[in-house]
């Protein structure tokens, strides 16, 4: 994964009020903190932010240039969105160093093709690593070809990069490969019959009282 430069503002203003402005004025509210550091608040442009976690999601490292005039190297540990407008919300940058190991989960990508009349069941879609923080892969492979029905794939069997590290528990499930249902039973299931109309009981008619009431 290459490094991506992106500039960066010291940030005054705090709450509520002071993040909202920072969005209004096209930017995204962040921190920055790691190694024992002070946390830093800071402000990212956010269409170069947006942009290149489009490309590179949680594993792409930012080296930040900050207006005070000092440099840090930074990976995403958690992103607020707003579900509405689909823009960021808030930022935690994880402060990193070259040559250093970090725990990073990474997508997981199915590639391949399972043998015929079988479905494959995704159980997980990222894998949890260890690898060098500015050299993290953008996602793994887990092949399905040739499985068939009842067969899956478990996390020792991916395919890890060089220098890359499996941090997950290796037993770890991540596709499970099952028979696919027959047209009969596909046929089966959608031939259900409709439940019978419940029968409605037949007003009884009040009987007349065939003596007279006695007098008060």
Known sequence: ??????????????????????????????????????????????????AAIRHGG?????????????????LPKAIQRDPIKDS?????LLVVR?????????????VGEAARETLVMTERDSLAVLADATKLPDHLEASVEGLGAG????????????GVELAA??????????????????????AGEAPEAAEVP??????TPTEEPANA
């Open 58 to 74: 949680m594993t792409q490292v930012f080296n930040i240039e900050i207006s005070d005039g000092t440099v840090a190297l930074a």
């Open 1 to 50: 994964m290459s490094e991506v430069k992106i500039s960066a503002e010291v940030r005054t203003e705090f709450g509520k009020g002071g993040a909202r402005r920072t969005r209004r004025a096209g930017r995204v509210p962040a921190v920055l903190y790691g190694h024992g550091e002070k946390p830093r608040h800071i402000a990212l442009p956010a269409r170069e932010f947006a």
């Open 169 to 190: 528990d290796p037993t770890t499930i991540l596709v499970f490969v099952n028979a696919a249902p027959t047209a009969e039973q596909l046929e089966a299931e959608g």
């Open 98 to 110: 070259r040559g250093e190991k970090v725990t990073v989960e990474i997508p997981v990508r199915i």
């Open 202 to 207: 037949e007003p009884v008619e009040a009987e």
């Open 88 to 92: 960021f919300d808030h930022v935690d």
């Open 151 to 162: 067969e899956r794939v478990i996390a020792s069997q991916v395919t890890l990069p060089e």
